[in-house]
């Protein structure tokens, strides 16, 4: 079998060389990296997500990145002085919260287990791209884009030795608060971290070449995923009241001044509520509310909260919960869904919620089928990525989608 020779050494062999250029002395007196171009070190597939605290200790830290973001919370320039403010005074509250659902968010155990369990998968039915390495990144908590970006620069990536990584948001809605924010921060830590990489002997830079998964609303796997979770909670309801029970879709809210600048998310949760409907063959009716608003601004309702109690006190009471645009259970699900909007009710008979996708073998093959079209399909990002909101004014919203919309797959 042909060794085939690391690209910055191929020059010397070919064309007989003698005396090396002064790159490549540079080259040859540096210590080999264990890992080469040629190496086959794979791909490394990332997470991005949110997060939540581990525990309780580390919700002060998490509200204070959360409150900092002026792509989630526009504050404007008083962003530095009010975000530490608001996120000091709502840690005592938050704690308890963190604290009443086992001390701590699971959504770094499912992030990592979804992530894992999918790499498995996919070294099976994309062996081209295989081994793929799994990575999670989260915007306000551990592991941070940062911890994962030299993670991924001290397993082998980037640093002169490229190699292909895969930016994966878990929010399958696209909102320029969520995967915008994670995307932007992704951006920045690039470019801190290997943005003054020169040019290489064979051209390139040798920086890591990245791709992004940047909305699925409705892929058919994670359709199928929601629809079998709906099914399997409807049959707790007797037989004769089962195609009678309201579908409560509930997503995280926006703020309006954030939907008003043009953000796709409210169109494509509803693209995610039609498909998973059309799929559940309209039976039942449903309707799509908005979860979790904080502060005194206007933010896209109706609160699913105010929803609830409203079609109770319309007598309708077998209402079930469906939470859309998460991907494993968080404080949203287990803290304000359970304990606060169903166990406030009054009917926690009637009022239920749908299982999160956690650990559901569907959503997990859903995920893999959907790396595998992207990782096969040459293309470095959505076309819809590339446009930016009407309203945007943001110059890191520009160059973060001009960098990866530039990419060379
Ligand atoms: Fe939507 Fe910048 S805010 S692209």
């Known amino acids: 079998m042909a060794l085939r020779l690391p690209a910055a050494m191929r020059p010397l062999r070919t064309f007989g060389l003698t005396k090396p250029s002064a790159h490549q002395v540079r080259w040859l007196a540096t210590p080999a990296h264990p890992v080469t171009r040629d190496s086959g070190r794979g791909t490394a597939m990332v997470f991005l997500n949110m997060g939540g605290p581990s525990t309780t200790d580390e919700v002060g830290d998490f509200l204070s990145r959360l409150f900092s973001d002026g792509d989630l919370i526009p504050l404007g320039r008083l962003q530095g002085y009010i975000g530490p403010l608001l996120s000091k005074r709502r840690t005592p509250k938050i704690q308890k919260q963190y604290a009443a659902i086992g001390g701590g968010s699971p959504i770094r155990k499912w992030s990592e287990h979804q992530c894992a369990e999918m790499c498995k998968i996919l070294d099976k039915i994309c062996p081209e791209t295989a081994p793929h390495k799994p990575y999670v990144a989260f915007r306000y908590a ?58 290489l002997d064979d051209g ?26 709906i099914e399997a909670k409807l ?125 559901s073998p569907v959503f997990i093959q859903a995920l893999a089928d959907l790396a595998k079209s992207h990782l096969t399909s040459g293309i470095a990002c959505s076309t819809q990525m590339g446009l930016r909101c009407p309203g945007c004014k943001s110059e890191r919203c520009a160059e973060s989608k001009k960098f990866f919309a530039s990419q060379q797959i």
């Open 142 to 199: 551990n592991p941070l884009t940062e911890d994962m970006y030299r993670q991924m620069l001290a397993d082998g990536f980037g640093n002169g030795r490229g190699g292909r990584a895969v930016a994966f948001t878990q929010y399958p809605q696209y909102s320029c608060s969520t995967t915008g924010s994670s995307l932007n921060e992704l951006w920045k830590w690039r470019q801190r971290l290997e943005g003054k990489a020169g040019p």
């Open 235 to 359: 049959l707790e309801y007797p037989a004769e009241k089962r195609d009678k029970v309201v579908l409560l879709f509930s997503a995280h809210s926006l703020p309006m001044t954030v939907v008003n600048r043009g953000d796709p998310y409210p169109a494509e949760v509803a693209a995610t509520v039609h498909a998973v409907m059309n799929r559940l063959k309209n039976v039942n009716p449903y309707r799509l509310c908005w979860q979790s608003q904080v502060g005194p601004q206007p933010w896209l309702g109706p609160q699913t909260s105010s929803s609830v109690e409203d079609y109770i006190a319309k007598g309708q009471k077998d209402l079930l919960l469906i939470p859309i645009a998460f991907t494993s259970d968080h404080i949203e699900t287990l803290y304000e869904l359970d304990e606060e909007v169903i166990g406030e009710s009054g009917h926690a008979d009637t009022v239920k919620r749908v299982e999160s996708l956690n650990g």
């Open 204 to 229: 390139s830079d040798g920086t890591i070449k990245w791709s992004v998964i940047d909305r699925w609303p409705a892929h058919s796997g994670l359709v199928e995923a929601f629809a079998q979770n």
